[in-house]
C-alpha cells in the first residue's frame, strides 16, 4: 500500500490570534479600497456590507450544519424590520438598533431553527420555504406595523456613538457597517473553529455517527440556527439604518435564492467564500446590469454556469489549494 | 456484580417479517464475545437494537442491571454503549484529529465551548495524540478521512470507540473491506482493548473469531441457536448446519 507521509509535525500553537489578525486587516484592507478608491459608492458598498452578514448567516446554517434552506431571507427582513420600527417609534441610537435587529434575528433564527431542522433533506427545504414566505406573507399583512407593500420608510437613526452623522455620501454607514463586519468576522472565526463549531461540521458530515459518539443532534443546530439568527439580525438592521428604508424584498424568496447563490459560488464551508461570494457577485451585478440594463441577468446565470463547472465547490477551494500547496513548499524548503 | 448489558427476550419484526426472536444473551466486564451467524441472519439488526437505533417491538435490555430500552442513542453512549459500524462512518472531511477529538470534547462534555481552538485544547489534544500512536496512526492525525486508505479508515473507528471509553464496545465487522494483509493490524489493536471493557464482536472472517472470541454466540434467522466456547461451535452439529459447515469441514481438514 502506498501511503503519503505526512511530515508536519503537530505544530506548536502558532502566533495567538494569528488568524483573527489576518482576517480583521483583510477586511479593513478591502474597506479602504472601496472607501478610498470607489467614495462614490459607498452606498451600493454598504449595501453588500448588509448582505454579506445574511450569507455569512447562511454559511453557518448550510456550509457548516448542512441545513438546506431556501428561506434565509426570514432572518434578515425580521431584524430589519425590527431595527426599522424600534427606529420610527423613538429609539434613534445606532448601536441600539443594532442590538434590537441582533435580538430580533436570534429569536427568528431559533423559531426557523426548531422547525426547520427537525427534519432532514426535501422536507427541510420545503419547510424553509413555507417559514421564509410565512414571514413575507406577515410583513405585508401586517402593513400598519411594516407599511405592507409601500415599505417601512421614516427611518432616521441618530449619531453613531453620539458623534457621527449619517451623511448623503454613506460615509458613516459604510464605516459603521464595516466596523461592525471586521468584530462579527472575527467573533465567527473564532466561533466555526470552536469545539461547537467542529461539532456542527461533524454533524453535517454523518449526523448517525454524530448520535453515535452521543450527541444530541436537534438542540446543537437550534442553537446554531439561533447565532446564524443573530448575524442575519446584523445585516437586517444595519441596511434598515443605512437605507432609511426596509421593503418586502428584505424578505423575499428572491433574496434567499439569491444569498444561497452568493454562498455557492464562493464556497460554503468557508467564512472567506462566503465573503468571497457576496462580494464577487454583488460587484458583478452592480456592474453589469448598469452596463447592459436588459440583459444582466443572463450575463449572471453564465457566469454561474461557468463556475459551477470550473469550481464546483466554490471559487474559495483553489485558492486555498494554493495556500496549501504554498506552505507545503514552504515547509519542504 | 451486574452484567454490564442484558438482551432480555428481545424480538423485532418488520412487517410479518420477524427478524430477531426472542434473544437473550449477558455481556460481562472483561467479555470477548463473537456474534456469528450466516448473511441476512439479523446480526447488525440486533446491534441495531442494542444501540437504539431501532426500538425491540417486544423485549428489554439492560445496562448494569437500569433497563435502557426507551433511552435515547446519545444517552446509552453516555453510559458507555459504544458500537462501530459495518461500513465506515467517520466525519470524512475532518482530520483524523478531529474526528477523535470530537469523540473525546463530547465524553468531557466540552463541545458547548464557543471560542476556543478545538482541536488544540491541550487537555483534548494530549488524548488524542495517545490513542491515535497507540493504533499506530499518528502520522496521519493531520489528514482529512476521506483521504485515507479503507483499512485505515477502519482503525479510525476504533479510535473513536476508544476515545468515547466505552463499558461495552460493539465491533460491526471491524475487519470488513480491509485488506487481507492489513487484517492482522485490526486484530492486534483489538486485543490490545482495555481488558475490563465488554467486547462484542461481529465478525464472518473464521480466523479473526477463533483469534477473538472466548464465546461465541451464533445467530440464525433471527435466533440465537449457539452459545458457547469457540471449540464447541465447530464440532455443533445445528451450527455446523445452517452456517459453518464448509468452515468447519475445512478446518478439520488442515
Not at chain 2, 465487522?173 to 465488554?198: F, Q, S, T, W, Y
Request: hydrophobic letters at 50%.
Amino acid at each position: 500500500m502506498s501511503e503519503i507521509v505526512v511530515t508536519r509535525v503537530p505544530h506548536k500553537r502558532s502566533i495567538p490570534f494569528g488568524q483573527e489578525a489576518a482576517g480583521a486587516l483583510s477586511i479593513i484592507a478591502l474597506g479602504a479600497i472601496g472607501y478610498f478608491l470607489y467614495p462614490d459608492d459607498l452606498a451600493f458598498l454598504t449595501r453588500l456590507i448588509g448582505i454579506a452578514f445574511l450569507v455569512l448567516s447562511l454559511d453557518l446554517v448550510t456550509g457548516y450544519c448542512g441545513v438546506a434552506t431556501l428561506g434565509h431571507a426570514a432572518q434578515f427582513g425580521v431584524g430589519a424590520y425590527a431595527a426599522g420600527i424600534a427606529c420610527v417609534r423613538g429609539i434613534a441610537d445606532p448601536v441600539a438598533l443594532l442590538a434590537v435587529g441582533v435580538f430580533a434575528g436570534t429569536i427568528m433564527g431559533l423559531i426557523s431553527g426548531a422547525l426547520i431542522t427537525r427534519f432532514r433533506g426535501l422536507p427541510q427545504l420545503v419547510l424553509s420555504i413555507a417559514v421564509g414566505q410565512l414571514v413575507a406573507a406577515l410583513a405585508n399583512k401586517l402593513s400598519w406595523l411594516t407599511g405592507g407593500s409601500d415599505g417601512l420608510s421614516g427611518i432616521t437613526p441618530g449619531k453613531v456613538f453620539g458623534i457621527f452623522n449619517f451623511d448623503m455620501y454613506s460615509r458613516t454607514a459604510f464605516l459603521f457597517s464595516l466596523g461592525v463586519l471586521v468584530i462579527v468576522f472575527v467573533l465567527l472565526q473564532r466561533f466555526v473553529r470552536s469545539p461547537f463549531g467542529l461539532m456542527c461540521r461533524g454533524i453535517k458530515d454523518d449526523d448517525l455517527r454524530a448520535r453515535m459518539i452521543g450527541v444530541s443532534i436537534y438542540p446543537r443546530l437550534v442553537l446554531m440556527y439561533g447565532v446564524a439568527g443573530a448575524v442575519a439580525g446584523v445585516g437586517g438592521a444595519l441596511t434598515a439604518i443605512s437605507t432609511g428604508v426596509v421593503g418586502l424584498d428584505s424578505v423575499s424568496f428572491e433574496r434567499s435564492a439569491e444569498v444561497l447563490v452568493m454562498l455557492v459560488l464562493g464556497g460554503a464551508g468557508h467564512l472567506w467564500g462566503a465573503l468571497a461570494g457576496t462580494i464577487i457577485f454583488m460587484i458583478f451585478e452592480h456592474i453589469v446590469a448598469a452596463a447592459n440594463p436588459f440583459h444582466w441577468m443572463t450575463l449572471v446565470g453564465l457566469l454561474l454556469i461557468l463556475i459551477v463547472i470550473f469550481a464546483p465547490r466554490g471559487l474559495i477551494e483553489p485558492v486555498l489549494a494554493l495556500f496549501a500547496r504554498l506552505k507545503r513548499k514552504g515547509s519542504a524548503a | 456484580m451486574s452484567d454490564l448489558l442484558e438482551a432480555r427476550a428481545v424480538s423485532r419484526s418488520f412487517g410479518g417479517l420477524q427478524v430477531t426472536c426472542d434473544v437473550n444473551f449477558k455481556l460481562a466486564a472483561g467479555d470477548r464475545v463473537a456474534l456469528i451467524g450466516p448473511n441476512g441472519a439479523g446480526k447488525t439488526t440486533l446491534v441495531n437494537l442494542i444501540t437504539g437505533d431501532i426500538a425491540p417491538s417486544e423485549g428489554q435490555f439492560f445496562m448494569g442491571g437500569d433497563e435502557i430500552t426507551d433511552i435515547s442513542i446519545p444517552d446509552r453512549v453516555r453510559r458507555g454503549l459504544v458500537r462501530t459500524f459495518q461500513t465506515t462512518r467517520l466525519f470524512a472531511n475532518l482530520t483524523v484529529a478531529d474526528n477523535v477529538a470530537l469523540a473525546i470534547m463530547q465524553r468531557k462534555r466540552i463541545t458547548r465551548r464557543f471560542f476556543s481552538s478545538a482541536t488544540e485544547l491541550p487537555e483534548v489534544r494530549a488524548e488524542w495524540s495517545e490513542i491515535l500512536s497507540h493504533l499506530g496512526l499518528d502520522r496521519l492525525a493531520y489528514r482529512k478521512v476521506i483521504e485515507l486508505a479503507y483499512g485505515q479508515q477502519r482503525l479510525i473507528e476504533l479510535a473513536i470507540g476508544l476515545a468515547l471509553r466505552p463499558k461495552v464496545l460493539l465491533l460491526d465487522e471491524p475487519a470488513a473491506g480491509v485488506p487481507h494483509d492489513e487484517a492482522p493490524k485490526i486484530l492486534e489493536a483489538i486485543n490490545r482493548l482495555p481488558a475490563d471493557i465488554a467486547v462484542l464482536m461481529i465478525e464472518h472472517d473464521m480466523d479473526l473469531v477463533f483469534k477473538f472470541a472466548r464465546r461465541v454466540l451464533v445467530l440464525a434467522a433471527g435466533r440465537l441457536i449457539f452459545e458457547g466456547s469457540p471449540d464447541d461451535v465447530t464440532a455443533d452439529h445445528e451450527v455446523r448446519r445452517a452456517y459453518l459447515g464448509s468452515y468447519a469441514d475445512a478446518r478439520r481438514a488442515t
